[in-house]
């Protein structure tokens, strides 16, 4: 028998991994997901032995159906349930807002109350960050007046120069009895153990989501918690781009210049912040939180800006940021100016943006002239012809890397947040977005796009058509990994 299986071990080895793939394309026929994901998860098992089980097996199990992160308990809370209760505009109750609002804006605001409980938030100040530099001195002096609690969580939180600093802050207001959450994710974070027993000496709650053994293999784990938030006393909150790390600050010694794109909010919008961080906290702390009053304090804000917070992740049934995207840009009259750092869209927005510009609509899409991932960067460029071919404007940004995520459609209706224009944000990783309904606030994001098109190089499609056949060899290869990306 030993001597059998050592002469055939290739042929067990390699009929092994057949059956348990063709396990695995049955599994993924009677989801009923995406046709392009599927043959590609198919192509992946079939074609690739041994290394089509690992690539399905760390990124293919889909846990949404399965809801591997429920957030019953913490939704279900009373406090919760009467702030939300409090703050949700019934449809019928929308006076306020229709005096300055479109119809498509209010079935906007319809659409995501229905989808995942996003109560559309009046009575707010709202200020648009540029650049991690800026951010940082605006979050260190909030954090220094913090009085009560301070509450964090970031995919990217690394003890660098600016970590350092943020973190020695955070040590500094738990010794003076501020009480501090801190959730990071655990791919794409880096602290050090003597960082991490400074912070539990010091009674600072921190907790990694979803711990991998590899972090470092693990880059595109399924299920990562990619949000960026900071509640400070329940009153001021910040979204957006912007990770702890020193590649998010214009250092002098920095490589390359970090465009991105960041939000403070005071008001009423930060209590839907602080909903969402606590019901990450539940899932990562494993134990129930005591609920005060204090998370959320009587809101001092007397400005109306209309927000609403959109949160998607595994957890939610439907995909509400990318639905909001959609919606937006299928109702855009005038213009859709779009910055994404990563561009691999699913069938509906392309459809969307291609719809959108046939009808007479100034569509635009900046993205980096290189990007940080090489596989990303060609999948990108695949779908450009897509574009070009329905008049849609692509600029390239030159200056540097743009990793704002933000979109600014018709002087009205402007979205900054964490989620990028791709699959993996559409529907796998944790991302939460901010819906502002307001002229000033629109106008004031159109200037700075327009301001960062200054700095792009709007691409020539009779130049890029002429691009080499290895060039749309790399392309065609990329774009096959694209629902993975």
Known sequence: MIEFLQSHWWTIAITLNYILALIAVVTILFKSINPTKTLTYIIVLLVFPFFGLIVYYLFGQEYRKN????????????????????????????????????????????LLQKNDKSPLTQYNDVEIIINGENKFEKLFKDIESAKQHIHVEYYILKDDKIGTRFLELLLKKADQGVKIKLSYDDVGSKISSKMKRRLTQSSIEHHPFMPVLFPKFTGKMNYRDHRKIVII???????????????????????????????????????????????????????????????????????????????SGPDTDWANIMEAIFFSIVTAEKYVYIATPYFIPNDQIITAMQVASKSGVDVRILIPDKSDSWIAQHATN????????????????????????????????????????????????????????????ALKAKQMYLNDLDDSLCMDYDQWKNRGKLERLKEAYCRLWAPLL
């Open 67 to 110: 809801k591997i992160f429920n957030k019953k308990d913490i939704l279900n809370n009373e406090l919760i349930q009467s702030i939300e209760d409090k703050l949700e505009i019934k449809p019928e109750a929308l006076t306020f807002y229709e005096a300055e609002a479109e119809e498509d804006q209010i079935r906007l605001v319809q």
């Open 233 to 311: 006393d329940g009153e001021i909150g910040y979204v957006g781009g912007i990770n702890v790390s020193d590649t998010y600050v214009n250092y002098p010694e920095n490589k390359k210049y970090w465009r991105d794109t960041h939000l403070r909010i005071t008001g009423e919008a930060v209590f839907t912040l602080q909903v969402q961080f606590l019901t990450n906290w539940n899932f990562v702390s494993d134990k129930k939180i005591e609920l005060n009053q204090t998370y959320f304090p009587k809101n001092k804000t007397e400005t109306i800006t209309p927000i609403q917070i959109a949160a």
């Open 382 to 441: 695949s779908y450009l012809e897509q574009l070009f071919d329905a008049n849609v404007k692509v600029y390239r940004y030159k200056k540097g890397f743009t990793h704002a995520k933000t979109m600014v459609i018709d002087n009205v209706f402007t979205t900054i947040g964490t989620c990028n224009m791709d699959y993996r944000s559409f529907n796998i990783n944790f991302e939460i977005n901010a819906l502002i309904y307001s002229k000033e606030q």
